[in-house]
């Protein structure tokens, strides 16, 4: 696994999205169809508005261009379709065929091809927030991102790892989102797994605003955790506020 870092930082700048002449016809995979198998791979599954994003984000939407190139991709065998009942949502996956793509390429990472399990919907929503959270960063121009797949196959005796580990500066910095509440125990042991590991100079936890003020009461680093609303970070990007129990201030602030 001593190679996956490398891997992850391969190719992040895209050229520009080139409209295939006959959608309907053959398909010639180019560099961006590969891209985006790897972020599905990596974050099991997305959605079609997660792909536009990621890699049609400037493109108008008349020309429906990421829907065409999807739907093709789907038809030729190189993506699968699954279906959330919770969120009402089509979910994009690997197929046998892409993922020999990214095998061949040497990008699989050493991960399994991810299949939907009749547990996945438990676990939707915050797989499809983490990947916004992916990808808000991303626009940010900060692409160093570890996926928790790559994690949990680097440190598989650890019990937790995080959602993401993002490089600012050369600095591994935590993202967590938590979506639902946990006991008090529970959150002492991340804290304390933190505060111990002296590779983290800062672990930001994404939650939702009633979690955070809960949260912002417990024993953790203050000079290490800060805690943030979603809603907030994807409305106001930099400028969101990161608190906790000693100070509050941007996010701005800690990616400079």
Same mark, same amino acid.
């Given at each position: 696994m001593e190679d996956i870092q490398e891997k992850l930082k391969e190719k992040e700048d895209l050229p520009p999205a080139i409209e295939e002449e006959n959608e309907s016809g053959p398909v010639v995979l180019m560099e961006r169809d590969i891209e985006i198998f790897r972020l599905i791979h990596e974050h099991r599954y997305l959605v079609l508005n997660q792909i536009k994003r990621a890699f049609?984000?400037?493109?108008?939407?008349?020309?429906?261009?990421?829907?065409?190139?999807?739907?093709?991709?789907?038809?030729?065998?190189?993506?699968?379709?699954?279906?959330?009942?919770?969120?009402?949502?089509?979910?994009?996956?690997?197929?046998?065929?892409?993922?020999?793509?990214?095998?061949?390429?040497?990008?699989?990472?050493?991960? *399994?091809?991810?299949?939907?399990?009749?547990? *996945?919907?438990?676990?939707?929503?915050?797989?499809?927030?983490?990947?916004?959270?992916?990808?808000? *960063?991303?626009?940010?121009?900060?692409?160093?991102?570890?996926?928790?797949?790559?994690?949990?196959?680097?440190?598989h005796e650890e019990r937790k790892v995080p959602d993401g580990i993002l490089k600012v500066d050369g600095h591994p910095m935590v993202i967590e989102f938590e979506n639902a509440l946990k006991t008090k125990a529970r959150y002492k042991e991340f804290f304390d797994a933190y505060r111990a590991n002296g590779d983290y100079f800062v672990v930001i936890m994404i939650v939702f605003e009633g979690i955070k003020e809960w949260l912002i009461g417990l024993d953790y680093n203050p000079e290490q955790v800060w805690f943030v609303d979603y809603n907030n970070l994807m409305n106001q990007r930099e400028k969101a506020l990161l608190e906790n129990k000693q100070e509050s201030h941007e996010l701005a602030v800690l990616l400079k």
């Open positions: 049609w984000k400037d493109c108008s939407d008349i020309a429906n261009a990421a829907h065409k190139r999807v739907t093709h991709l789907v038809k030729a065998g190189y993506l699968e379709e699954g279906y959330s009942s919770r969120k009402g949502l089509i979910l994009y996956l690997l197929s046998e065929k892409s993922y020999q793509e990214l095998q061949r390429r040497n990008m699989d990472l050493g991960l *399994f091809r991810y299949k939907l399990t009749g547990q *996945f919907e438990r676990h939707v929503d915050h797989d499809l927030k983490v990947g916004n959270i992916r990808l808000l *960063f991303r626009e940010m121009g900060l692409k160093d991102w570890t996926p928790e797949r790559v994690l949990k196959e680097r440190h």
